[in-house]
């Protein structure tokens, strides 16, 4: 068979499992949105029939917003990832998304393989990159729009929780049996880009009062911490292909140790949930990056860009991601 002919077939064939995974993502994510909050489902009458489709509709309805905003983030970051590929004639699968039946998100975000080998430092940057900027774009605007319209409201005392300290500090509470007492409410905290975009729209909040987010602020929130998630300068994550584009393979290898340090300090003294991280990135990722195949260094402007998307990791870091 000719190879042009083979490519044109592998080119139209339906991708039956990434479709499939998408769907049941979009299902997943439109469930939570709606659990959001306190959504009351409308009372139907009639039998078991009419009150699973008066749900079905409540939950589209209700969870629509979220669930359109969440998957868009994520299916541009893929998209940056496949489209750049593509241009490098790069192998690559369409992503594959990651539903997740419970919890408030609905999704544990999607991804794309590489099957081929990356031809070029310039390629593996333009790769790696693409992804984080253009989840980053549209992310943005979603987040300044969801803050226009979220609800400031007042808020009791603050009250230390267990999770938003870092692991250090927890172990110290225990043993000197001061336990902290939980609220039952959930905190979220905040990097460069969402304090920035938050005192641009609201202004300086009154004392005694805190922003409840919409639910395309909280997408735009989930949307922004896995693009930090992602950037972490660390092995093969976006972060650790902009890293080895930009040092070379020797010098990302020693610079993902010294990050992986440094979650181990954040997960310490920040936040025990970087440890999570930590422990994933450390056994799981790892330090190493393959070579790609041709290892010229970068131009200055692609040493630029690669600044930035370090940079762009900074702004939305978040220190102390969530409080429950």
Known sequence: MPEAVARARTWTRIPYLNLGLFLATVITTMRAGAFQGSLHLPAASGGALARAVSEAGAIALGGLPFATALIGILLSHEMGHYLLARSHQVDSTLPFFIPMPVGPVGTFGAVIRIRSALPSRRATLDIGAAGPFAGFVVALPLLAWGIAHSEVRPVGDAVLETSNVGAVALVRA???????????????????????????????LPPGTDVFLHPVAFAAWIGLFITTLNLIPLG????????????????????????????????????????????????????GHPPALEETPLGAGRRALAVLALLLFAATFIPVPVAL
């Open 174 to 204: 225990w043993l000197s049996d001061e336990h902290a007492v939980s609220t039952g409410l959930q905190s979220f905290g905040d990097s460069a880009v969402t304090w920035g975009v938050q005192r641009l729209v609201l202004g300086k």
């Open 236 to 287: 093969q994550l976006d972060g650790g292909h902009v890293t080895y584009a930009l040092l070379g393979r020797r010098r990302a290898r020693a610079f993902s140790r010294l990050v992986s340090w440094g979650l181990l300090l954040a997960g310490l003294f920040l936040s025990w949930s970087w440890l999570l991280w930590w422990a994933v990135t450390r056994f799981l990722v790892g330090f």
